[in-house]
């Protein structure tokens, strides 16, 4: 039987439209012939079913008829094949019309070329149900060929049933119906493997595309709260600091630098922050801010392993960004162990009302996906200052 795509979801907005596999495009045949790399696994695949034509055709030749009609019936089983192999390697030969049409014309030709077989193969001319209902169940949508086969498969039934053969007619109307189930069947399972797949790629994609947003958000939003208060120093240092203005102008310059260089490589899936740099990235920016801080050094997380290096400086980044805009503190506290990481400071704290940013969720959601849970708390509940600690246990 031939190897058919699948119905896929139609692209539609805030959706990723994936493409199925195979030449076959979505859900029909092409409009135009297979390449040259294309025909033969597909040859293959719809080839191999013609064995059963090698019933009809030894019911020919060793028949009684007379050799005439033998003539006429095998060259009707070959214009069949020919056909019927010739769909595939050109698939819609009037592009004018739906191929709908061109398949029922095909339907129509091969329809003739069985009827060139009857009188020498008589009932054995059965053989070719499958096929006629190959070419409509498996290219079509299941809108088109489903119908089509089951009206097909009813006309057959009822000349199966016509036809005078005694005992023989439970063997010609059974088979007929084994087709239509099996092709129908192995129709559905091509279709909901196709459906699966193409799930599992937009799963995939919005996975990715997920990631990158949280990537390239944590990325730039530590990076220009600290060009920010920096460029912020400057300006007041200007006038009467030239020379201190121009050595923060310099950082700036030198951190949007950094910051250009890490949204292109987190594009690319190819960031990856060291914890290290991250302390000495958060005491730069504390230090611009005007918060006092305590953190621990870089030399203490060096035997860290590798993903929690990595899932700690996330948090870490997001965190002293966090601090920096929205806590009012006047000092911040880090502490790091190999399985917990601790941002305290003595701020404003959470207010009930406040909702979750897109940091706060992209962080929470890493920790998550590590195995791990965030909290967040005051550092002194019921003061005019309470402070927020957030904690990441692994």
């Known amino acids: 039987m031939p190897r058919g795509a699948q119905d896929l979801p139609e692209e539609s907005a ?43 055709l030894v019911a020919m030749v060793t028949g009684d008829a007379p050799l005439g009609t033998k003539v006429l019936g095998c060259a009707g089983l070959a214009a069949f094949v020919a056909v019927y192999m010739g769909h595939f390697i050109w698939p819609w030969p009037w592009r004018t019309l739906p191929q709908w049409v061109n398949t029922a014309a095909i339907t129509a030709v091969l329809l003739l070329c069985v009827l060139a077989t009857i009188p020498s193969g008589g009932l054995n001319s059965f053989n070719f149900l499958p096929f006629t209902l190959a070419i409509w169940i498996f290219p ?77 958000h944590d990325v730039l939003g530590h990076s220009l709260t600290v060009i920010t208060l920096k460029t912020e120093l400057a300006r007041r240092l200007v006038d009467a600091h030239p020379e201190q203005a121009k050595a923060e102008l310099d950082e700036v310059l030198e951190l949007s630098r950094q910051s250009l260089a890490e949204v292109r490589t987190t594009v690319g ?24 801080f305590h953190l621990p050094e870089a030399s203490s997380v ?6 929690r290096r990595e899932l700690f400086a996330w948090c870490l980044r997001e965190a002293v960004t966090n601090v ?71």
């Open 324 to 394: 920096i805009r929205h806590s009012g503190a006047s000092l911040c506290s880090v502490t790091i162990t190999a399985d917990r990481l601790t941002v305290a400071d003595d701020g404003t704290g959470l207010s009930a009302s406040a909702s979750p940013g897109n940091g706060l969720s992209g962080m929470r959601h890493r920790v998550t996906e590590a195995g791990g849970t965030l909290s967040l708390g005051q550092v002194h509940p019921g003061s005019d200052q309470p402070g927020t600690t957030l904690e990441v246990q692994l």
């Open 14 to 56: 805030g959706r990723i439209a994936v493409q199925p596999a195979g030449p076959f495009g979505a859900g029909e045949w092409p409009e135009v012939p297979l390449k040259a790399n294309e025909r033969a696994p597909v040859l293959i695949t719809a080839g191999v079913w013609l064995v059963f034509l090698v019933v009809p």
């Open 269 to 292: 899936g190819l960031h990856v922050p060291d914890l290290g740099a991250q302390l000495a990235s958060a005491r730069t920016a504390l230090q611009a801010a005007g918060i006092a």
């Open 140 to 216: 079509h949508r299941l809108r088109i060929g489903l119908p089509v086969s089951v009206a097909l498969s009813v006309a057959w039934v009822a000349v199966a049933l016509s036809v005078d053969a005694g005992g023989s007619r439970f063997w010609l109307v059974v088979p007929t119906v084994m087709a239509l189930v099996i092709m129908l069947a192995l129709r559905l399972a091509m279709e909901r493997e196709e459906r699966s797949r193409v799930l599992g790629e937009e799963l995939a994609l919005s996975r990715q595309r997920e990631r990158v947003g949280r990537d390239v």
């Open 302 to 307: 060096i035997g860290f392993r590798p993903e």
